[in-house]
């Protein structure tokens, strides 16, 4: 039998009856917003349509009625109602009608999304209940990071991309053995399909919805939190979508056929992605943009953000034309952030060199605590991809490892791979080395060369997903990580851990590596080996001496000044053969200086450096892992420091290495009692 006409119209009307709204709004936000005051639950809608004539809201909550549901006018170019009953879950749109149009559109500030072409989802931000809610974030100079793609790295249950929040999770152990601390998400915001890069993203306020629901990158930075890594998210800013973007001319008003009220209707639209740069001078995007920032760091408890394209926010791309605007909302966002969640650490990614980046506000600077560093890379990366020896350029080591953004090392980003490095047209280091063969000797040794650099110079060093074992894939949204060569290459992942825990002082004897001080003392562009002095206050397990050797020869009982007199115990020596066995395992010993002047300083020691090695001293107590309070002796202290740490993840008590703290770190520590 037929449905009579009249009944849809009878539900919507009973809809309308228990389902009871008021004029304008006046509880506070943007977007679709839950509430419940006592008996009265259910959910405001604000959006910005400043060219509507009117906007109403349709959903699951009225059968998807295009005018039950009025919003009201605010008389500021916003619309909001309050409508009762509407929980967490609803599904929606507004309805945006002006003089010749009806527009069905997304919330822009949508929460939630089924997906980027898919309905808006109202979203209860205070529905996560956190576990983790006494995580400190690493100090600055002790950050490793690590860039990661969700839909790349975790293993997702089809074995094809993309990957899941939680199946990304579940490999965060892999992260706790490696030990870096803060990882460092490419952006998660919805983007028109289930794969992508993300910098192509269509809704800000919204995670993508093919790595799961905010709650569950929440859950996402909770584990992370509760193994000591923190997390900071990649946003986008510099333009939308272009696919997929409601917000492209939302209420139906544009000029010269351009986006609308969300953005630049002239010349400055043009990026090189779209015309769908943010109009910054508009107060109601610069609202959308600094609470997006805010959204991250405080519901979301991310550790920083990494802004992507700076200069493509300050200035146009086609002509180099100022975009005074887009400086402006940069230093606001920067002081809400110093105001708000002081400590955050906010990086950009501006590839200019340009030292303003990182200087205060008040300097006149756009107030960032770091930025990608644009010199570093293509100096260390060309002295080792390079093929000849003879070619390899150790000057331009030397100033790649000098350079500062306004005397800071906590300024730059340094990098050998990045998620731009390992694609557009480039390979992974390995490849570069040795197409086709990035498991060869060369490119081992000469990949993780660039490593040691970056983790040794001053600055805020960082890894691409992978890179720790030798991942030879360029980088693509469609290819998951290689996972079975952490295994086949097993020892370059434990010479990263090694490399991870000097650069992070974690066995307490190499403090220089996180100071401010650095003297690249020795640079022979002959014999292609660079030396170089690191410190923060000096002094015994502080003064750290790095040597690189960029030579396939050997040097043995080589000179090089020493900037204190004593004996140096060697660290770190990556021509090990528990590295690999087809390593040399040139020895490093400890090594005392004479007061023979060299390289400019009073004393000089020699040393020996396997072909394409590094190796690392400093002064003290010779480490040794079962030393856990380096007192120089393994006694009660020492246990009492390992059954305090006992059954935690990583550490310094986890003297095997293999990511907790048990029966094997007792027995290795009872094995050396005494001594």
Known sequence: MAIPAFIPALIVSLFAASTTFAAISTRPGIGAIPYASGTLI?????????NATGVTVAGTFNFWNATSLPLFAEGNGYWSVDV????????????????????????????????????????????????????????????????????????AASGATPASFDECSAKLDHLVELGVNMIALMPISEFPGDRSWGYNNSYPYSVESAYGTPDDLKEFVDAAHARGIGVTVDVVYNHLGPNDLDMWQFDGWSQNGLGGVFFYNDFRAVTPWGDTRPDFGRSEVRTFLRENAMMWLNE??????????????????????????????????????????????VVAEDMDLEPYITKTTGAGGAGFDSQWDAG??????????????????????RDAITFSYNGSMQQRIIYTESHDEVANGKQRVPEEIAPGNAGSYFSRKRSTLGAVVAMTAPGVPMLFQGQEFLEDEFFTDAVPLDWSRKATY?????????????????????????????????????????????????GDLDDTIVVVNFSATAKSNYRIGMPRSGLWNCRFNSDWTGYSADYSNTLCLSTSTSPVAWDGLAQSALVSVGPYSAIIFSQGNVFRPQDLNQDGQINAADLTVLLSAWGTLGGIADIDRNGIVGGGDLSSLLSSWGT
């Open 84 to 155: 009762a009953n509407v929980q967490a879950g609803a599904q929606y749109k507004f309805v945006v009608k002006n003089a010749t149009q009806t527009l069905w559109r997304n919330d822009p500030r949508a929460r939630d999304l089924v997906s980027s072409i898919g309905n808006s989802i109202v979203y209860n931000a205070n529905s996560y209940v956190w576990q983790t809610t006494n995580f400190n974030m690493p100090s600055w100079d002790k950050i490793v990071l690590y860039e990661m793609h969700v839909g790349t790295f975790g293993i």
């Open 490 to 538: 097993s020892g370059i992942f434990k010479l990263y851990q090694d490399l991870i825990r000097l650069r992070k002082n974690a066995s307490g004897s190499t403090r220089g590596l996180s100071g401010f001080s650095t003297n690249v003392f020795h640079v022979n562009n002959t014999d292609k080996l660079v030396a170089f002095h690191r410190w923060q206050q000096g």
């Open 300 to 345: 979301f408890r991310m550790d920083g953000l990494r802004v992507d394209g700076t200069k493509f926010i300050r200035r146009t791309a086609q002509n180099g034309v100022d975009i005074p605007d887009g400086w402006s909302i940069l230093q606001v966002i920067n002081n809400d952030i110093d105001a708000v969640a002081p400590g955050k650490f």
């Open 42 to 50: 259910g959910t405001t809608f604000r959006t910005f349509a400043p």
């Open 376 to 397: 570093f890379y293509p100096k260390i990366r060309g002295a080792i991809i390079t093929p000849n020896d003879n070619d390899r350029d150790m000057y331009s080591v």
